[in-house]
């Protein structure tokens, strides 16, 4: 086809197929494609390699734990809690496998139990410390967590913060018999700063909403003996 005015040919433009734009961008990227794929392959096989670690960190965790538990069955709590020997202790086990982000189940236990046998012995601060900083997924075992915190702060005689952490608990818990419970502890709390309002509606409360259990039964108790005074 000629310019009718000029008679020089018309250049024609031609449109790149799909498959000539996909060669373009590979050459063009090709540096840039290869290292995503490389990174893709290093994710995949770091993924593995993590989980495989995990799996070892488990079973070591879980056998060390396993020597422990009879220390824990006999009382011998403050063997448990620094080891014996080859034998290491909960606090040790929990320092190498316990964690937020990076522990794992057997490690969580661990601090968990390591908080309970410090409270066993009255070892109150280092319980509290080692009761926040369990993490467990179970939420019945991280309410009964949150739970020994509001012990120790009890212990403590820091009344307002056990009230809390008792309350906490009793959200966090699926049981219904340990909510109970956890709330009654909450409203006892109350009792002993004198804060007999507050005890009083939540031992109604409990009263109402978690008839038949042992905690419904201990805040009709602690109702009785505080009508008195209120």
């Known amino acids: 086809m000629n310019n009718i005015q000029t008679g020089t040919p018309v250049q024609q433009s031609v449109k790149p197929s799909t498959e000539d734009n996909l060669l373009y961008i590979a050459i063009k990227y090709k540096n840039a494609i290869i290292a995503a794929l490389v990174l893709l392959v290093c994710l995949g096989a770091g993924t593995f390699l993590w989980m495989r670690h995990q799996q070892e960190s488990e079973l070591d965790a879980s056998l060390?734990?396993?020597?422990?538990?009879?220390?824990?069955?006999?009382?011998?709590?403050?063997?448990?809690?620094?080891?014996?020997?080859?034998?290491?202790?909960?606090?040790?086990?929990?320092?190498?496998?316990?964690?937020?982000?990076?522990g794992t189940p057997s490690g969580n236990m661990a601090n968990l139990l390591l908080a309970n046998a410090y409270f066993s012995i009255k070892d109150f601060d280092n319980?509290?410390?080692?009761?926040?900083?369990?993490?467990?997924?179970?939420?019945?075992?991280?309410?009964?967590?949150?739970?020994?915190?509001?012990?120790?702060y009890f212990s403590k005689n820091q009344f307002a913060l056990a009230a809390e952490s008792y309350q906490e608990a009793a959200k966090k818990a699926e049981n219904k018999v340990l909510k109970a419970q956890y709330l009654s502890h909450a409203g006892n709390s109350f009792q002993q700063s004198n804060q007999l309002k507050k005890a009083a509606e939540l031992y109604t409360q409990i009263i109402a909403d978690y008839p038949g259990t042992t905690g419904a039964a201990m805040a009709q108790r602690s109702l009785w003996q505080i009508s008195g005074n209120l």
């Open 64 to 102: 060390q734990l396993s020597r422990i538990a009879p220390l824990l069955d006999r009382g011998e709590f403050k063997i448990a809690i620094n080891g014996e020997g080859k034998v290491p202790g909960l606090k040790k086990i929990a320092d190498e496998y316990a964690g937020k982000y990076m």
């Open 127 to 152: 319980a509290l410390k080692a009761f926040k900083t369990v993490s467990i997924k179970n939420d019945d075992l991280a309410a009964a967590a949150l739970a020994g915190a509001g012990d120790c």
